[in-house]
Nanobody
């Protein structure tokens, strides 16, 4: 069973940056697509970004295009989500999840999930 652990969340002011990390129990390159999702209070969990098994990346939220970058450090069994120019609407719990075949924005397609890390953006 694949295990995922997120870290790197915190509180920042608008315009700030955070780098989230998702450490997995197995090497994922060539094996698992890793997606990042977020869930704000009272809202549905939504897909943010994804990196495919072969390191192609997908952005799902229009407002984050150019601000968020997903990458994989396979040697460290880690997938990062670099988030720049953060805004209050980015406040949410951020989750990483693993999908066996391809990136998808449907959270029900993902097989394993981390516990989440809180990101708060406020002045």
């Amino acid at each position: 069973q694949l295990q995922l652990v997120e870290s790197g969340g915190g509180s920042v002011q608008p315009g700030g940056s955070l780098r989230l990390s998702c450490v997995t129990s197995e090497y994922t390159q060539g094996e698992w697509a890793i997606g990042w999702f977020r869930q704000a209070p009272g809202k549905e969990r939504e897909a943010v970004s994804c990196i495919s098994r072969h390191d192609n990346t997908v952005d799902y939220v229009h407002s984050e295009k150019g601000r968020f970058t997903v990458s994989r450090d396979n040697a460290m069994k880690t997938v990062h989500l670099q988030m720049d120019n953060l805004q209050p609407e980015d406040t949410a719990i951020y989750y990483c999840a693993a999908e066996r075949w391809e990136c998808t924005s449907n959270r029900r397609d993902y097989d394993y999930w981390g516990q989440g890390t809180q990101v708060t953006v406020s002045s």
